[in-house]
């Protein structure tokens, strides 16, 4: 298991991030997701913790806030020394029946830190993630609630999640100017067959310094290798009643047919090599993996000892890669010039190696 920084403060936390949708399954899409209660998520907890995995992720949402009890509980019932794992928990969406239950405003965001840690157990989260964009509320407004937060104890870091590029500069503006605290992560879609962020998220993130968690990066199941144009009868899977994220099924199951042919040559799953894939990005700081048995978190464990040589990353960045839309493709040719020269100057050829 490696370590990675995130974003560009100075804590570390594991390449893969153990994600707990999967954990309570109160009804709905979560008892869809998965139903797992106290016994089996504690197994789940403790394997990802011996493999070394130190990320765990959660939301106030998930199953209604059972997720968040059940990881609790998990942690302590387990005794995990608080300093030894890095818990994220989420906040944005409904949780109760009255008018401000729900966006990113200072009144939702500070009743939620409240009620998350009565639920996790916790004095503190480490990282503390803004669930989604709220129209109805300013970002400065949303920043000088988790800048308060901060300065208060109860959030060590915060982040977001599904925000737009220009979104995330705006906020990251408001933060110099003011002198507020400022995301630090962005969680976001990501696979070998949904490689949208590329165009505008990844070059952000690696201008501010933000680290990317990934959310779905077996694109709910679809990418796990169970499935392909020969067999596309999901029955009995999630994505049979929840279709969720929207996949171009056609440009996922030519990934698919690649990925299998390189996961035959190596003997390892074709979830191994989608995982793999996404570890080999440049951008990306940590996977969230979920399961619903200790034998899927063990195989998606491993996909951390898969290394894809050259000649791999080139087919599947062949079979993957994103048709051309401007503005990038005049970026790229009004560009290419000046990559050129610096490519040529000292500096250029060290990084280049």
């Known amino acids: 298991m490696r370590y990675n920084q995130l974003g560009r403060t100075g804590v570390f936390v594991s390449e893969l991030c153990l994600g ?15 139903d797992l209660q106290q016994s089996d998520a504690e197994r789940l907890i403790g394997r990802a913790i011996d493999a070394g995995i130190n990320f765990i992720d959660t939301a106030d949402v998930y199953s209604s806030g059972l997720s968040e009890q059940i990881t609790g509980q998990a942690l302590r019932n387990l005794k995990v020394p608080r300093d030894s794992v890095v818990v994220a928990t989420k906040v944005f969406g409904q949780t109760g029946d009255f008018a401000n239950a729900r966006g990113a405003s200072r009144y939702h965001v500070m009743d939620g830190i409240k009620a998350s840690l009565q639920r996790l157990q916790l004095d503190h989260v480490d990282l503390y993630q803004i669930h989604g964009f709220d129209p109805a509320t300013p970002i400065e407004e949303t920043l000088r609630g988790l800048d308060s937060l ?60 933000l680290g990317l968690m990934v959310w779905s990066p077996l694109a709910g199941g679809l990418l796990s290798g169970k499935f392909g144009r020969e067999r596309q009868d999901e029955a009995g899977s999630r994505r049979a009643t929840f279709d969720f994220p929207p996949v171009d099924r056609e440009r996922a199951f030519d990934c698919v047919d690649v990925m299998r042919a390189i996961a035959e040559a190596k003997g390892v799953s074709v979830a191994q090599i989608a995982l793999a894939w996404l570890l080999h990005q440049r951008a990306v700081m940590s996977v969230i993996v979920g399961a619903k048995r200790v034998e899927q978190l063990d195989d998606n464990i491993k996909a951390t000892q898969v290394e894809l040589n050259a000649d791999d990353l080139a087919k599947l960045d062949e079979v993957s890669r994103l048709p051309s839309e401007y503005p990038g493709w005049m970026l790229e040719r009004q560009g290419d010039p000046r990559r050129q020269q610096i490519a040529e100057t000292r500096w250029g050829r060290e990084r280049n190696g």
């Open 20 to 34: 707990t949708m999967t954990f309570g399954g109160t009804g709905g899409i979560w008892q869809q997701i998965g």
């Open 150 to 209: 901060v300065q208060q104890g109860h959030v060590r870091y915060i982040g977001v999640s599904n925000w737009a590029a220009w979104q995330i500069v705006k906020a990251l503006g408001i933060s110099e100017r003011l002198g507020l605290a400022r995301f630090d992560t962005l969680q976001a879609y990501y696979t070998i067959a949904g490689r949208d962020l590329e165009r505008e998220l990844v070059p952000m993130l690696k201008s501010e310094g």
